[in-house]
Nanobody, 127 residues
């Protein structure tokens, strides 16, 4: 099981970036994929998740209305389109999956139980 996150970079406040999470060793159709970020000095925050069964999408309040998660079955890849970026979005972004969990974004610390993580991609938003 491998996850490879990419697409990070530097942008200005109000800009957009699209992150990609390429999965291998399993199908994104059958397991949930989450995007998680960690800013300097802060704990990891699960910000978005796409469910495996019905493809329903979930967002933390901090990104709702600005970020969109989606998946491409043919490419076995999950994306995170990030619009209206703010300096507070600066962080390392990771994608993660777990074969026994669901997108439980309303529960504090839900993401810490997940087993498989990509390497992270840096997103920096300047003011």
């Amino acid at each position: 099981v491998q996850l490879q996150a990419s697409g990070g970079g530097l942008t200005q406040s109000g800009g957009s970036l699209r992150l990609s999470c390429k999965a291998s060793g399993f199908s994104v159709d059958y397991y949930p994929i989450a995007w998680v970020r960690q800013a300097p000095g802060k704990e990891r925050e699960g910000i978005s998740c796409i469910s495996s069964n019905d493809g329903s999408t979930h967002y933390a309040d901090s990104v709702k209305g600005r970020f969109t998660i989606s998946r491409d079955r043919a490419r076995n890849t999950v994306y995170l389109q990030m619009n209206s970026l703010e300096p507070e979005d600066t962080a390392v972004y990771y994608c993660a999956t777990d074969f026994e969990s669901a997108c439980d974004i309303e529960t504090t610390g839900w993401i810490y139980r997940w087993d498989y993580w990509g390497q992270g991609t840096q997103v920096t938003v300047s003011s």
